[in-house]
């Protein structure tokens, strides 16, 4: 089977079961997310035939897959676009409120935009404006 074919398979059927709600479950536990990580690092892995060598973040960038954390950032500021045009007053007041601050104990889902990103996305985030640096 292609790469190609490979790559579309995950999308279509195995990237919508793993971030299935995603802005939802923006706040479970960081171990969980890491989780949900390495099973998608090991299908490209698996998917590109790749020697335990090369690192996950070349092999994202291959396959021009998110991260995990990336997928989640993205779904959570289109969510909030979508809300915030939305025309119910209540969905519009309850998604347009200032975020406390990072540090703060209660976290809302606001934070999810403001927070930095992990090591593997800031990695890949690095590769591919590299490539595109490179292209031009």
Excluded: G
Aim: overall charge neutral; glycine content about 0%.
């Amino acid at each position: 089977m292609s790469l190609r074919n490979k790559r579309t398979i995950y999308t279509m059927c195995i990237s919508p079961v793993m971030t299935y709600a995603s802005p939802v479950f923006v706040h479970a536990r960081p171990d969980i997310l890491y989780d949900l990580q390495i099973v998608q690092n090991n299908f490209c892995r698996r998917a590109a035939d790749a020697p335990w060598y090369v690192k996950n973040s070349v092999l994202h960038r291959d396959l021009e897959l998110p991260t995990i954390s990336k997928f989640k950032k993205d779904a959570s500021e289109h969510f909030f676009d979508i809300a915030n045009s939305h025309p119910n007053p209540l969905l519009v007041s309850a998604v347009s409120y200032e975020p406390p601050p990072p540090q703060h104990f209660c976290r809302r889902p606001w934070n999810v935009l403001i927070d930095p990103p992990d090591d593997l996305t800031a990695e890949v985030e690095k590769l591919i404006e590299v490539n595109k640096m490179a292209i031009e």
